[in-house]
């Protein structure tokens, strides 16, 4: 796929979601629906056509990346903000479907729980917001006109190619970093495997259940050398020995990056946890209303007898 094509499929999509947008009028948000639809068939054929003729035709990729899309469109034009809240849900596990096809498990969670609590918060704004809206068709003026489409869009779009043309362009995509080296980052995963001593153990006794793992606090545990091998130091029945670790004990993509969070960046972790926990904090205040009274509460406010009176009734000895 050359870039113009997959420019050119991108601003028209861009065309046809502008037209969506326009509100009270249908006519135009079908047309621009048939345009966006026609770019995204579009680029499916076109990525279709670059696939190998042996190679399986991406049922479930194409599915979640409809899902995603359909989500999205529909969150930013529909004149509900609690259906487009719902849509959002979609866009968040259609997006999660293709992290785990890629491979990246903790991505794939981690885009549904912290969403999830984000999710939660919306709610709550949307149904303050819903709850206090005065215009004439019954939601706030900004749930029903788009503010800014135009700058919307083009931002938008830009981040769209340049993701696309990273993603999906040979000659232009992202070039690899030459200090980023596979032998480097082979080491920098052993440590991270030598960091968890718990799993590390696992893995000798995996390769020989009779070996027991040397730990010394002036070498490292697992040495690595300048191609990528690792190798640990064990006891064999009391003798020393060398075992060579083989790949597959390689820490896994989840573990690497709940190193990272938990090791490498704590001070982030905390901090964001309590940024959200602070958002939903005002979220409640900001969305807290007055409980509505009861029945009986009602009518006793106007002057009528309750409805329900037994012994722990606070209204008990009310006049029937």
């Not at 135009?150 to 190619?161: P, R, S, Y």
């Amino acid at each position: 796929m050359t870039p113009s094509i997959l420019y050119l499929a991108t601003l028209v999509g861009a065309i046809g979601l502008f037209l969506i947008m326009r509100p009270h009028r249908r006519t135009t948000r079908v047309v621009g629906t048939i345009i966006g639809a026609a770019a995204i068939a579009f680029l499916m054929v076109q990525i279709l056509q670059a696939l190998a003729d042996d190679a399986v035709v991406p049922i479930l990729e194409i599915v979640f990346g409809l899902g995603a899309i359909v989500g999205g469109v529909r969150m930013v034009t529909h004149p509900r903000p609690v259906f487009a809240a719902i849509y959002f849900v979609l866009v968040v596990v259609s997006s999660a479907g293709i992290f785990l096809l890629l491979g990246a498990e903790f991505m794939a969670f981690s885009l549904v729980i912290v969403y999830a609590g984000a999710i939660l918060i919306t709610y709550l704004f949307v149904i303050m917001l819903a709850q206090e809206a005065t215009g004439t068709a019954g939601e706030a003026l900004y749930d029903r006109l788009p503010r800014e489409p135009i700058a919307a869009l083009i931002v938008g779009f830009v981040l769209l190619a340049s993701i696309g043309d990273a993603l999906l362009v040979v000659d232009g995509g992202i070039k690899p970093d030459p200090a980023a080296t596979p032998a480097k980052a082979l080491t920098h995963r052993w440590s991270v495997l030598a960091g968890m001593p718990k799993e590390l153990d696992a893995v000798v006794a995996g390769i020989n259940p009779d070996a027991t793992l040397v730990r010394s606090e002036d070498m490292p545990t697992i040495k690595v050398d300048p191609a990528g091998a690792a190798r640990v130091d064990v006891l064999i029945d009391d003798k020393p020995a060398t075992l060579e670790l083989p790949e597959s004990a390689l820490p896994t993509n989840s573990q690497v990056v709940g190193w990272a969070l938990v090791a490498e960046f704590p001070v982030s972790l905390e901090v964001a946890g309590v940024i959200l926990l602070m958002a939903m904090f005002g979220a409640v205040v900001l969305a807290r209303r007055q409980i509505d009274l009861s029945e009986d509460e009602r009518r006793v406010a106007a002057g009528l007898p309750p409805l329900l009176e037994d012994e722990d009734s606070e209204f008990a000895g009310g006049d029937r």
